[in-house]
């Protein structure tokens, strides 16, 4: 391996673009090859990556000599497809965009995969990366004594329009649980270090995208909901989402209660929406509230200027980068976000749509023949 470490792109369009943009930001590092079969987003690409080789398919992609890793940034219901494609092919460390899959029938082929990959794979999870939420992982245990009840409020914009407009429909997103809120559940476990063992869901579709057609069908995804998880440690959680709701202040509020206190992370949206006449958008925050002596104290935690400007997630997809680059050069030995977390995130979210469905709580082996949480393993 060289000292350049050279990338392949999998999916350039708004996220994919936005990994295009950290990437140019780490050192010593390139991409050399992309495959987006949509003419416009592959002229975007192109323009924030202009020495890099548009190809006309993954395999062709694959055949590009200097790659050394890949990030596949498709839409949701490629991903399984790439990544047998790619361990047929040429196994290569991986970054791979959540959700890592869609549909339970994939369970077995995913299993299949991981069983063998002879190299790295890491599921992208921006929101540990955030720097208020990162704080909180680091603070957490110290400022609560012990994490019993974790509260995660998401109030946010609507989907934004995709190629395709694949987002449209739980069939190619996973469901909105499964394809937006993966990263919240994953939150609940690195937080709770504990694993599910039932989930309850109150959701619907109240608002966005009622009147939209496409092909003659109205969307499905969810709009709002609750979601209220047990953990076998006794802890317990909640996911709070709202996506008509982009005039509130922060988008994420993340609170952490234990016996000795409260933490709290405040997380503003993408600030290319917050509205130039209110000002300097708001600063991302860390509250922190003991029980005794009373007295929250309350922090900034800003987030450089320029990594705001390379996306929309509050410099977390290159915090993120630098670690899968630390991996790809092998001085890191493994992951953050591992095959069995990604899993774990995506089948909490089934269970949760599940849940919504039939309005009743759904344990971890009630999911028919989907095996709701992978063995051990990477």
């Known amino acids: 391996m060289s000292d350049t470490i050279n990338y392949g792109i999998i999916g350039c369009g708004m996220m994919g673009q936005e990994h295009l ?208 998880v047990d953990f076998a440690n006794g802890s317990r959680a909640m996911l709070e989402l709202c996506m008509f709701a982009e005039g509130a202040r922060y988008q994420e509020e993340v609170s952490a209660v234990g016996p000795s206190g409260k933490i709290e992370a405040l997380v503003p949206g993408p600030g290319r929406f917050w509205p130039e006449h209110l000002g300097a958008a708001p600063t991302p925050q860390l509250i922190i509230s003991p029980r005794s002596p009373k007295g929250p104290e309350r922090r900034d935690i800003p987030v450089d200027a320029t990594l705001l400007e390379a996306g929309d997630h509050n410099g977390s997809t290159y915090y993120q980068h630098q670690g899968f680059l630390a991996l790809v050069r092998k001085a890191k030995p493994t992951p953050d976000v591992t095959l069995s977390d990604g899993w774990k995130a995506v089948a909490m979210g089934m269970a949760a749509q599940a849940s919504a469905r039939s309005g009743q709580a759904v344990t971890l082996d009630s999911i028919g023949s989907f095996p709701l949480f992978p063995e051990t393993g990477a």
């Open 21 to 228: 943009r950290n990437i140019a930001l780490l050192p010593q590092t390139q991409v050399v090859a992309i495959y987006e079969p949509d003419a416009e987003m592959a002229a975007k690409a192109q323009a924030l990556a202009p020495d890099a080789k548009l190809v006309s398919s993954v395999s062709e992609l694959l055949a590009v000599p200097e790659l050394d890793c890949l990030v596949i940034v498709s839409p949701n219901y490629c991903h399984v497809d790439q990544l047998e494609a790619i361990k047929a092919s040429r196994p290569l460390p991986i970054l791979v965009e959540k959700p890592l899959f869609t549909d339970p029938q994939d369970a077995a082929r995913l299993e299949d995969f991981r069983k063998d990959y002879p190299a790295p794979v890491w599921v992208a999870m921006e929101y540990r990366y955030m720097p208020p939420i990162a704080a909180l992982l680091k603070e957490a245990d110290a400022a609560t004594g012990g994490v019993k009840m974790l509260t995660i409020r998401e109030h946010r914009f609507p989907f934004l329009e995709k190629v395709g407009d694949w987002n449209r429909f739980n069939a190619k997103t996973g469901g909105t649980f499964v394809e937006k809120c993966c990263h919240f559940f994953d939150l609940m476990r690195l937080v709770l270090k504990s694993e599910p063992t039932r989930i309850m869901a109150s959701a619907g579709q109240s608002v966005n995208h009622l009147d939209e057609t496409y092909d003659g069908e109205t969307p499905d995804i969810l709009d709002n909901g609750y979601v209220i």
